[in-house]
């Protein structure tokens, strides 16, 4: 269980580094980014990873977290905001990652499954990244193991791959500082409505 989390939080940040990379490069057709993206993927065969066309880099929409009373958004215009479809073996997972534009905050939420509209499925990986300044050491979030497998959180999907529309939803999850089975662990909300442009 603990490998799944490692390797589910792992390929999260991989594609919050490869959606980053699409929007620093100022990608302005995202069928031409389609490809990039998908070579990209394919390079983690290492992982045993497959690409699914099912991936998204969003040009446009919100991605909301709200941790200890205080929400970050991330602005799919200006942010590097991506909705991911990965087959690893016989598992397949869905997500979302997203990195801003001044690569100082990171988020990534995954679940187990294909995403489909009208759907919700266990929380299966998340972490949340800070940088505030060059003095501060990163403050990291991470899925708590100590919740119980079951009480991870959940994604649900409203509305998914439809026109101009990538994915509508909402969901849940507990993130701790650290991984010690004393550690304060904290619900986390977030919301998303992310488009293609």
Same mark, same amino acid.
């Given at each position: 269980?603990?490998?799944?989390?490692?390797?589910?939080?792992?390929?999260?940040?991989?594609?919050?580094?490869?959606?980053?990379?699409?929007?620093?490069?100022?990608?302005?057709?995202?069928?031409?980014?389609?490809?990039?993206?998908?070579?990209?993927?394919?390079?983690?065969?290492?992982?045993?990873?497959?690409?699914?066309?099912?991936? =998204? /880099?969003?040009?446009?929409?919100?991605? @909301?977290?709200?941790? $200890?009373?205080?929400?970050?958004? +991330?602005?799919?215009?200006? &942010?590097?905001?991506?909705?991911?479809?990965?087959?690893?073996?016989?598992?397949?997972?869905?997500?979302?990652?997203?990195?801003?534009?001044?690569?100082?905050?990171?988020?990534?939420?995954?679940?187990?499954?294909?995403?489909?509209?009208?759907?919700?499925?266990?929380?299966?990986?998340?972490? =949340? /990244?800070?940088?505030?300044?060059?003095? @501060?050491?990163?403050? $990291?979030?991470?899925?708590?193991? +100590?919740?119980?497998?079951? &009480?991870?959180?959940?994604?649900?999907?409203?509305?998914?791959?439809?026109?101009?529309?990538?994915?509508k939803g909402t969901f849940f999850t507990f993130l701790a500082k650290d991984d010690k089975a004393n550690s304060?662990?904290?619900?986390?909300?977030?919301?998303?409505?992310?488009?293609?442009?």
């Amino acid at each position: 269980m603990r490998f799944n989390k490692l390797f589910i939080s792992s390929l999260l940040l991989l594609m919050v580094a490869i959606s980053s990379c699409q929007k620093d490069e100022s990608v302005k057709d995202l069928d031409t980014a389609k490809p990039q993206v998908a070579a990209a993927v394919d390079s983690t065969s290492a992982l045993n990873t497959v690409n699914n066309p099912d991936n =998204f /880099l969003a040009g446009k929409g919100i991605l @909301k977290i709200t941790i $200890q009373d205080s929400t970050y958004t +991330f602005d799919a215009a200006t &942010d590097s905001v991506a909705f991911i479809n990965v087959h690893s073996g016989e598992s397949k997972y869905f997500g979302i990652t997203a990195i801003n534009k001044a690569h100082t905050m990171s988020f990534g939420i995954s679940s187990i499954g294909f995403a489909s509209a009208n759907t919700t499925s266990r929380v299966a990986g998340s972490q =949340f /990244l800070f940088k505030a300044d060059d003095k @501060k050491p990163v403050l $990291q979030y991470t899925l708590t193991q +100590f919740v119980g497998q079951d &009480d991870s959180g959940k994604i649900s999907i409203e509305k998914y791959n439809n026109d101009n529309l990538i994915a509508k939803g909402t969901f849940f999850t507990f993130l701790a500082k650290d991984d010690k089975a004393n550690s304060p662990f904290y619900r986390v909300e977030g919301s998303f409505e992310l488009q293609l442009k």
